[in-house]
């Protein structure tokens, strides 16, 4: 469920179809950046999305609801993941020469629907990225300019497989309540986690700050819920930039998803990701 992520989509769509997402439905809530062109052209290059216009702002639960509905008749398992969440799937110490990761979310989901027939629901951890010491948005794209993140996980983000979904489709956005028979498997860190550049540079982020999707806070600029962690810890009711914002959010250098895309995306002789140039 998006709005106004038209510059943002393509490096999004781009990567995870490269880990072996197969199809996209795309929620656009009140989007008027041009999204809908954006969209037209990854069709026209071949990439499986539907756009879905879906206008109700702070109704994430129902249109999860709706996308499984719509999406069961077609995937096996189907995500539940923002245009700021990206998969990092760390190669395995056995890996070979050659196995540069292509296909690897979807390997793992099949690794588990082939060992594991009870498990309906599979999580992965997320990690809170900063704005990295940067005050423009990196013309690269958020995997490669925000480097800088929290220590510790916060939250998980969810893969499900439709018919383990209870008939109720009650779901918190993180995850759905499954049917009895089904239990959930939350993946280790060595072998995925979840990038969320959630607190980018000011601009990107005070965007959201006055419209955001998010559940649990109705309106920022009132004084309920300050607690939540769908707000930005320290910054208060009002879209002020705070002085050291670009410091903030900075507790720990990761820079592993940026070199794993530069190792396996990156053309060496152009310099150029497929959704844009590195430099």
């Known amino acids: 469920m998006v709005w106004n992520q038209a510059a943002f989509i393509k490096e999004w769509i781009g990567y995870h179809a490269w880990l072996g997402v197969r199809r996209w439905f795309v929620y656009d809530n009140n989007s008027d950046d041009g999204l809908k062109d954006v969209i037209d052209e990854l069709e026209e290059q071949n990439y499986n999305v539907t756009r879905h216009v879906w206008p109700w702002v702070k109704w ?25 969440e990206f998969y990092y799937l760390p190669r395995p110490k056995n890996s070979v020469a050659g196995d540069d990761g292509r296909g690897a979310l979807r390997g793992i989901v099949d690794s588990v629907t082939s060992t594991s027939p009870t498990v309906g629901e599979i999580r992965a951890d997320c990690h809170s990225f900063g704005p990295s010491g940067l ?13 800088c993140r929290m220590k510790n996980p916060e939250r998980h983000k969810s893969i499900v497989r439709p018919e383990a979904v209870d008939d109720t489709l009650m779901n918190q956005v993180h995850h759905f309540m499954l049917k009895k028979e089904f239990e959930k498997k939350t993946l280790s860190r060595s072998k995925a986690v979840i990038n969320h550049y959630k607190y980018q540079v000011w601009d990107a982020f005070k965007a959201k700050f006055n419209r955001r999707v998010s559940t649990y806070v109705v309106d ?49 002789d152009t310099g150029f990701v497929p959704w844009g140039s590195i430099l």
């Open 60 to 84: 994430q639960e129902a249109g999860f609801s709706h996308y499984v509905l719509r999406a069961r008749d077609e995937c096996r398992w189907i995500g539940f993941f923002d245009v700021d």
């Open 135 to 147: 005050t423009k948005s990196p013309e690269e794209g958020v995997t490669l300019g925000y480097t």
């Open 220 to 268: 920022w600029q009132e004084n309920q819920n300050e607690k939540s962690r769908d707000r930005a810890p320290g910054l208060g009711t009002e879209a002020i930039e705070p002085l050291d914002w670009h410091k903030r959010f900075c507790q720990v250098w990761d820079t592993r998803l940026r070199d794993y895309v530069l190792a396996n995306l990156g053309d060496p």
